[in-house]
């Protein structure tokens, strides 16, 4: 693509990017619109890892997952748990996230040249609740290979990374996001074998898609008196890729009533190309409106469980469950371009962080099982680069569920859970663009989330 003649370089809420001379204000759109492929935020885990993949597990919030094997979303959670299964088996579930969030502006502004190298409010209204009600479906199917159940084969189809969130065009906090769509579909063939009364093991591939569709506003460093909205520019970028992972898993049974699970699933990096643009600049900048290729790494994390079930009585379960987060593999956002520009860099600064749940399940009789659980969730987030994609806070779960055996082939599970979120703040100081000046976005953020799933099971 040819480079735009020089002009006044544009502000922009991107990363700082080294230039050349007639290639700011490309340099500065492009990756405004590339990077923020990367910035997606949580649907209902910390960090943007979707949990909701079993309706037995929101039930209890997912305390002692990997160590139960009771339907055949343990290919997710533990394929080793196959080998517990009785009979071949599928299953459709489905979890209706409901999200809300505010978000109050504490002091936004810009200082451009436009401004006179005076500090402005950013202006704009509050952007309104940004998440749409979404719903996350997932599919499994589990079946043993051998008349004696020791060797089985599944498979399962999810969502496990996500997020739906769009803010008004004109709000105060547009030059960070105005709207985010990024969606995985994750395809796991699996395997479990049980080696031993006391031993089980599980494997599968992780065979994923992901798919991004990015926009933020570009503030126009030359406007009178500073940025508004009717002088901004508009960028969008939209990219996607296959990618392939793995998980492992095994349960050991240590006693009768006694059970232990572990789980790792590994680290997946995306490279996700497509395309970026640049639109609705007017007067000189006109030219630097655009259409160009380019990519970035998407570098999700690995996750280690560990949990276990005691059978306290025949009829009562106690559950136990830690997750652990490698988010540190998301330190830096690395944008490279088609066209030769040099790479861009922004610090992410994610940490590793951990998830605790305990809980209980009670056969009340033959057809019902009651459950409920609770889980603290650490958010990977660090203040001084939280942004308005990923409004994160510390979560706290309280969770209930049931399952009804219509018959011996037919059962449904039903859950709901309620998320508290830590209040968050944003406070991101960053380059308006090449020498223009600088935006800081400043707000206050108050969330919650609540989760009603439905499933159902069927044994053949």
């Known amino acids: 693509m040819p480079r735009p003649a020089p002009t006044p370089p544009i502000p922009r809420p991107a990363p700082t990017l080294r230039t050349t001379p007639g290639t700011a204000s490309l340099t500065a759109a492009t990756a405004t619109a590339i990077v923020m492929i990367l910035a997606a935020g949580p649907v209902s885990a910390a960090g943007f890892f979707i949990q909701e993949q079993s309706v037995q597990g929101v039930g209890r919030a997912f305390a002692g997952d990997v160590a139960l094997g009771e339907d055949a ?7 080793a748990g196959m080998t517990r299964l009785k009979g071949r088996q599928a299953q459709l579930g489905g979890h209706y996230l409901i999200l809300r969030a505010t978000l109050t502006d504490t002091g936004s502004s810009a200082t451009t040249l436009g401004s006179g190298g005076a500090s402005v409010p950013l ?15 997932n599919l499994y199917a589990a079946a043993p290979v051998d008349d004696e159940g020791r060797l089985w084969l599944g498979v399962g189809i999810s969502a496990p990374f996500g997020l739906v969130a769009d803010y008004q065009d004109d709000w105060f906090g547009r030059y960070d996001s105005t709207k985010t769509d990024l969606k995985t579909i994750d395809i796991a063939p699996s395997i479990a074998f049980k080696a031993a009364h006391w031993l089980s093991v599980g494997a599968g591939f992780d065979i994923q898609y992901a798919d991004a569709t990015l926009e933020n506003a570009v503030p126009n460093g030359l406007a009178p008196g500073g940025p508004s909205a009717a002088t901004d520019g508009h960028a969008r970028v939209q990219g996607d890729d296959w990618s392939v992972g793995y998980n492992l898993g095994a349960q050991f049974t240590l006693t009768p009533a006694l059970r232990l699970g572990v789980h790792y699933r590994s680290a997946i990096s995306h490279d996700l190309k497509g395309t970026a643009s640049l639109t609705g600049l007017t007067g000189p900048l006109a030219v630097a409106n655009f259409n160009t290729d380019g990519s970035a790494a998407l570098d999700l ?8 079930a005691w059978d306290a009585t025949d009829r009562l379960t106690l559950l136990g469950q830690v997750n652990w987060y490698e988010w540190s593999r998301f330190h830096e956002i690395r944008v490279k371009f088609s066209n030769g520009l040099p790479d861009s860099v922004k610090q992410q600064n994610y940490e590793d962080s951990y998830g605790v749940s305990l809980g209980a399940q009670y056969r009340l009789n033959e057809a019902w099982t009651l459950r409920g659980g609770a ?7 660090v203040n001084g680069f939280r942004t308005t994609r990923t409004p994160d806070g510390d979560r706290l779960w309280l969770s209930t569920g ?9 059962s449904l599970d039903m859950a709901y859970a309620h998320i508290f979120v830590d209040d968050a703040t944003i406070d991101l100081d960053e380059p308006a663009g090449a020498g223009t000046g600088r935006v800081r976005v400043k707000a206050d953020v108050e969330s919650s989330i609540d989760i009603v799933s439905l499933q159902a099971r069927l044994r053949f």
């Open 375 to 381: 889980q603290w969730d650490e958010t990977p987030t």
């Open 73 to 79: 979303s343990t290919i997710f959670t533990n394929p």
């Open 301 to 308: 994390p690995a996750i280690a469980s560990a949990g276990v």
């Open 123 to 137: 202006g704009g209204g509050d952007g309104g609740n940004p998440f749409d009600d979404t719903p996350v479906p």
């Open 402 to 410: 049931a399952s009804w055996a219509i018959s011996d082939a037919v």
